[in-house]
């Protein structure tokens, strides 16, 4: 007959690792807490070490647990690319494309896997991961978005969704901004986070600075400022490698608009040069930068262009409507009031390829607060909300 050492030896290692203080499971029996004593005296003579955890244990002492381990890697290949297959194909919109999300955080192997199945905005027109939203936008149907003021505040939050009515609290927080004035100018510092506009925090992703009239705006494609190398982790009391990334910050678009000097009402002006998108990328076999998905492919990517022509884009002109005595632009049902800042912004003719709309972002307003905001190829979310934060800063000189 086996001993109670002999049932507690030949427990398989999933359950002797359970840090169970009071009660382990053998066979089809119980060891109650009365037999801990014989069994660690025994355990001590014959192995030194026990299986049981302490009485006074406290898990909040332990290291936190390896996230690149574990029994998930060892799935087999072909039934976790399965797996990650089924959760792309059934999770289209959030919140539930979180659980897209929350399979790359498992392990190495789960990552890997991920990054060939989800495709960039630009080949599926969904946004799921942070760099989704500097990559190129859908060739085709247009993403949806609105934007929501807080004049209070000064500040810009940008949704995913059609509008506040239709997406109600299931509605996803892509961007946020924040107006900031200057002697010399105002600036719109950009961040992942609804509240977090610092410069030095890993949320924010970079600015729109305007001059003194609010004619020049440059957009600023500003990357996280991983300069240090360790952080702190207050919980476990350990401290924890970050990735080092080049601190470069580009100038990725230059906007002007046109100065009124008649001070004549009038729709506004404008036009945006693409700094780091070719002209030929609004061609059929043209092809705009793509950031990639993870962090860790940056070093492959340019972060700079040196191309001598950039893409031109410049805002439809409107035509006057004599019934309703307005300015008129076809916004297919997306802008419903009528405001000086609504605008739709198309590729300049020279280098429209003049087969279908050229329109690749229009905004416009639909309540006292509430804006639309609908971009595609090749313009990314982060290029299209930092242009339509450019139309709420005042302009006199140009009205």
């Not at 859908?138 to 934007?147: A, M, N, T």
């Not at 997406?167 to 961007?175: N, P, Q, R």
Request: with cysteine.
């Amino acid at each position: 007959m086996l001993t109670i050492w002999g049932l507690i030896y030949f427990i398989p290692f999933e359950f002797r690792n359970q840090n169970m203080p009071f009660k382990c499971v053998v066979g089809g029996g119980r060891i109650e807490s009365e037999s801990r004593k014989i069994v660690q005296k025994k355990n001590m003579l014959s192995l030194g070490r026990s299986h049981i955890a302490p009485v006074n244990y406290d898990p909040s002492l332990l290291p936190p647990p390896l996230i690149n381990g574990g029994g998930w890697e060892n799935l087999p290949p072909e039934l976790l690319l399965d797996i990650i297959q089924r959760v792309e194909a059934g999770k289209t919109a959030w919140p539930a494309r979180r659980d897209v999300v929350a399979c790359a955080a498992v392990c190495r192997l789960w990552r890997l896997a991920i990054k060939q199945v989800v495709k960039t905005p630009e080949q599926c027109g969904l946004l799921t991961f942070p760099m989704s939203l500097k990559q190129p936008g859908p060739r085709g149907e247009p993403i949806q978005c609105f934007i929501r003021r807080d004049r209070a505040a000064s500040t810009y939050r940008l949704y995913l969704g059609l509008s506040p009515a239709l997406a109600g609290d299931a509605s996803k927080l892509l961007l946020a901004a924040k107006k900031v004035r200057k002697a010399t100018g105002t600036d719109f510092l950009i961040s992942l986070a609804a509240n977090e506009f610092s410069r030095s925090s890993n949320t924010y992703i970079g600015r729109l600075s305007s001059n003194f009239l609010g004619t020049k705006f440059v957009i600023y494609d500003d990357p996280p400022p991983y300069d240090s190398l360790i952080q702190s982790n207050p919980k476990f009391g350990i401290k924890v490698s970050c990735v080092v990334l080049p601190l470069v910050k580009s100038k990725v678009v230059n906007i002007s608009y046109e100065l009124n000097f008649l001070r004549t009402k009038g729709p506004r002006r404008m036009h945006c040069t693409m700094n780091t998108i070719p002209s030929s990328a609004v061609q059929n076999d043209g092809f705009a930068p793509t950031t990639p998905t993870f962090s860790d492919d940056l070093s492959q990517f340019p972060l700079t262009s040196n191309r001598k022509e950039a893409l031109v884009l410049k805002n439809k002109a409107p035509r006057w409507h004599e019934q309703l005595q307005c300015w008129c632009l076809n916004f297919k049902g997306r802008v419903t009031v009528a405001s000086v800042k609504n605008f739709q912004l198309a590729v300049d003719p020279p280098q429209s390829t003049g087969q279908q709309d050229d329109v690749v972002l229009q905004f416009g307003k639909i309540g006292k607060d509430i804006f639309t905001m609908d971009y595609r190829y090749p313009l990314s979310t982060f290029q299209a909300f930092a242009i339509c934060l450019s139309s709420f800063d005042t302009k006199p000189a140009c009205e």
